[in-house]
């Protein structure tokens, strides 16, 4: 199938890999200006319209003023790389440049309108690297810390928000899409972009990717930097692409990472970053030992049934596979509620500190307190009912301190995700990574210590 853009022939946007798009940028089959018209194309026929999935918040007004400058640039110097032209999006708590004419907001109305001082680290990188952004993609409103947090505790829906509307599975009617980068997963399922940008603190990259059937990394904490980015925990938030291949994923993920002085921990990651192109070899499998903690796949007989069955294409790929490799502290890590408390106070002095950077903000939202006032005084205006009443997650957080018992619930989040959790399970096994259906408690696992995880 091809999609026709000025009468120009396109490759089939639902599959088309950045490789390939790539491909016929310099070959000269079709411009980075009849890509953004594309994919606007697509946009506009199912993100409000047929299907009505919500995916996109909002388009890039100046995005094919932009394709067109890149295409200049083509012509004239050459292309910058393998992203030279490259339609993506980004999750709405990504800044973009306010002059660019997109909102950044978690989306929420409180941030409509507010002037970020620059885009976010990980997105100036990109568009160094010639990438066109050609929107925002929807999310869990403010990533999901409106509501009660964590398993759909609370009223408000993953993937709901004030600014797009609920999000909506491109795979069976009304489904669940998952998680708050839904729209970023959603989007790149369906080929409204090349590829998109997520963010994870528990969950939030990998689940949406797993389900919407693309590949999602959370990277290591430090490899990419948050600057700029709408936070939740300075310890577990992460930016990662979501992309219809693994090529596609290593491929931006060489191009986001680096240290950012605005960033203290990225500061502490090695002195040249690897190139993960490099880490796409056929064979790397061979020889390899592959752990199962079998103890963390529970309540999903379907899902266990699909992952034993994939057990056997590692081991055709030369992995050997040792299951069980049950973690020493399974069911301390499956009961505790450290990593909450962790959460509780992270988001309010981070997103304090964020919003207190913000150059203007409109509605004169500038801490948790005045977000929180913010929405009980437009309630008939905020979210459809019942939802709007949910505030629980911003409330706890308000009231949550920096003290003994916080510093506590960090050292425990640490001893049990990675001292007697994820190092102590790869020494005992002599193991060289870890295999888990993303349903299985794996991003819980990654989150509270801070390591790298791809969905699967």
């Known amino acids: 199938m091809t999609f026709k853009a000025s009468s120009v022939a396109l490759p089939d946007l639902y599959e088309a890999s950045i490789v390939e798009l790539q491909d016929g940028l310099i070959k000269g089959h079709f411009t980075s200006v009849q890509l953004v018209k594309a994919y606007f194309n697509r946009i506009e026929e199912v993100n409000l319209k047929g299907p009505a999935l919500h995916a996109v918040i909002e388009t890039n007004p100046m995005a094919l003023s932009q394709a067109a400058a890149l295409d200049d640039e083509r012509k004239d110097k050459g292309g910058r790389g393998p992203l030279h032209g490259i339609p993506l999006l980004l999750k709405d708590n990504i800044a ?5 004419g997109m909102n950044t907001t978690a989306g929420s109305y409180a941030l409509l309108g507010s002037v970020v ?38 009223k408000v829906p993953n993937g709901l928000s004030e600014r797009g509307g609920q999000t909506f599975s491109p795979y069976y009617p009304n489904a669940h899409p998952s998680s708050s980068s839904s729209g970023s997963g959603v989007a790149t399922a369906i080929g409204l972009a090349a590829g998109s940008l997520g963010s994870e603190t528990h969950g939030s990259i990998v689940y949406p990717s797993s389900r919407n059937n693309v590949v999602g990394i959370k990277p290591t904490i430090g490899l990419v930097s948050r600057s700029g980015v709408i936070p939740i925990s300075s ?28 960033d203290e921990v990225t500061l502490h990651q090695p002195g040249v970053v690897p190139d993960y192109m490099k880490a796409l070899d056929k064979n790397a499998l061979k020889g390899t030992r592959l752990g199962v903690p079998r103890s963390f796949i529970r309540n999903s007989k379907t899902i266990e049934e699909v992952f034993n069955s994939s057990l056997d294409v590692f081991r055709a790929l030369g992995a050997e596979i040792i299951d069980p490799a049950d973690f020493p502290d399974t069911e301390e890590l499956l009961t505790s509620k450290a990593e909450k408390r962790v959460l509780d106070v992270d988001f309010k002095v981070d997103l304090n500190k964020y919003l207190s950077e913000l150059i203007d903000v409109p509605t004169g939202v500038k801490t948790l307190t005045a977000l929180i006032e913010y929405n009980k005084k437009r309630a008939d205006l905020n979210l459809p009912p019942p939802f709007y009443e949910d505030q629980s997650q911003f ?62």
Not at 144 to 149: A, D, K, L, P, T
Not at 240 to 257: I, K
Not at 395 to 417: M, T
């Open 395 to 456: 409330i706890q957080s308000e009231a949550a301190q920096v003290d003994d018992a916080y510093f506590s619930a960090l050292a425990k989040d640490f001893d049990l995700g990675r001292t007697r959790g994820i190092d102590a399970t790869l020494a005992q096994f002599n193991l060289d990574a870890i295999i888990i259906p993303t349903e299985g408690n794996a991003p819980g696992l990654a989150a509270i210590a801070g390591y790298p995880l791809i969905s699967g």
């Open 235 to 262: 310890h577990q938030d992460t930016v990662g692409p979501m992309c219809r291949s693994v090529t596609d994923a290593a491929l931006m993920l060489n191009f986001m990472a680096g240290p950012d002085p605005r």
């Open 117 to 154: 001082p620059r885009d976010a680290f990980a997105a100036a990188k990109l568009r160094e690297a010639g990438a066109i952004f050609i929107g925002k993609a929807n999310l869990s409103e403010w990533s999901g810390m409106r509501g009660e947090w964590g398993h759909l505790k609370g």
């Open 96 to 100: 973009t440049l306010h002059e660019e």
